[in-house]
């Protein structure tokens, strides 16, 4: 599904992610895992559009997107949420669902109605179908910014569902919300997955990584030290000396 | 032309070019070219009524077309500049604009007399085609399109660009095309006041298009607030009607100006109009209906 080769990424004398090689595999949770600084949201952002490769090629569906404006790689299937939320604040919840059913509102007319934000049509359908997979419905007139951690980190997700892509690419998801959050999280995402969703997590919380996911990729100052299966990666010794050892 | 109906008129451009700087705002760019698109309408349509015989609703519309093109080209540069250094090309472009234009010398015969701008001294016997009723027409027309526009999803994206104009791009949305399009919309608009301007005034030259009416046209929208397009119509307002009211005080009216504008922003620094009291009058509308209905 998603193919990086020889994926080199540099900030002057510095390579954040230094000749990279991964094949995703589809319908399944891909973690990436690694030391701060190691390269993984570099690679999201690198997937994503925000940043042009310096070297190598991203491939997505058998076509590349590397350098690709990020608009136009939203629609042709991969999401994101972010490290840092970037959330409209100045919108309600339901408000930054809509504004990332964009790539579904291709007439004139979607853009221009009204009609197309009441009760029966399907962009509507859709966002109240979101708001209550992720039990944001009584947020729903909320402006974002009053969110707490946890519910901006649900709206991040739902948004991101809006797009209604093949890949979502997720940015430390957990961080911040509650045991229980984390539990509702691991569901939805295994659900999604179920429905044949591709998931790339990067994650801190180790538990919730080697729990949820199929395949874990590791770096290591931007290289890849590490892939395989759960169990393969918790026993490498490179893993263990270079991450996992200080768990 | 009576006083009060000079103050309306005058009001209805000045609220035409406050809206002109807030469909770049809505996108998060404050923009300082409207003058110099305002300008270009001017003696666009100047010419094109007293020189060529054109009716002014093409005349309009042939501005506004050239305005909008001026708008696309200078958007895409403007793209890549923010905050202080958007406004200082921008102000560039309006002083560029307003000196060509002003300088402009050329005489044409119609009807056995010449016409035409004569530099500094300015473009005189601009045919009259509009009065008070066309330029609040216009305002009309340009409220309601913005009202409109802030209940559709174009308007929701609006929104979301100038919150966060990564995160909107990270949601489909192609923030480039959508901020040269409102760029350009707001330098159309602003050629269409300049020919109501200049075919209301019968008269322009480069006096009428200098920094004071750039700084004027930053503080309508500053005083009334940037969050709804309400906001620049009630600074417009207030900075040219409270004025007149303080016709006794001669040259020391531009004092009186400074403290009001001091005042507000000491007062109010989001402007006038914001999202707390805009919330509480929707509040107070929909209590009220309620108790209309009986609900």
Sequence with gaps: MLELARLSKAFGGVRAVDELTLDLPRGAVFGLIGPNGSGKTTIINLISGLYTPTSGEILFEGGKIGGMPSHRIVRRGIARTFQNMRLFSELSVEDNIRVFQAPHTRKIGDWLGTRQMSGNSPLHEKVEELLHKLALTKLRREMAGNLSLGEQKRLEIARALATEPSLLLLDEPAGGMSFQEIKALGELLRNLVAQGLTIMLVEHNMRFVMAIAQRIAVLNFGRLIACGSPQEVRSNRTVIEAYLGNE | MGYVETILSVTGLNIILALSVYFSLTVGQFSLAQVGFWAIGAYGSATL???????????????????????????????????????????GFSQVAAQLLGNLQFRIAVEGVLRGPEGLVGFRNIPVLTSVYGIYVFVALLVAVLWWIGRTRFGMALAAVRDDDVAAEFAGINVVFVKVTMFALGAAVAGIGGGLFANYTSFISAQDFGFHQTLFSLLYVAVGGIFTFIGPVVGAILLTVLPEYVRFLGENRAIFYGVIVLVIMLLRPRGLIDRSNLSAVRKLWRSKTATRTGA
């Design chain 2, 49 to 91: 009524t007293a020189l060529f015989g054109w009716p002014l609703i093409p005349a309009l519309m042939a501005v506004a077309l050239v305005c909008g093109i001026i708008g696309v080209i200078l958007g895409f540069p403007c793209l890549r500049i923010r905050g202080i250094y958007l406004a200082l090309a921008t102000l």
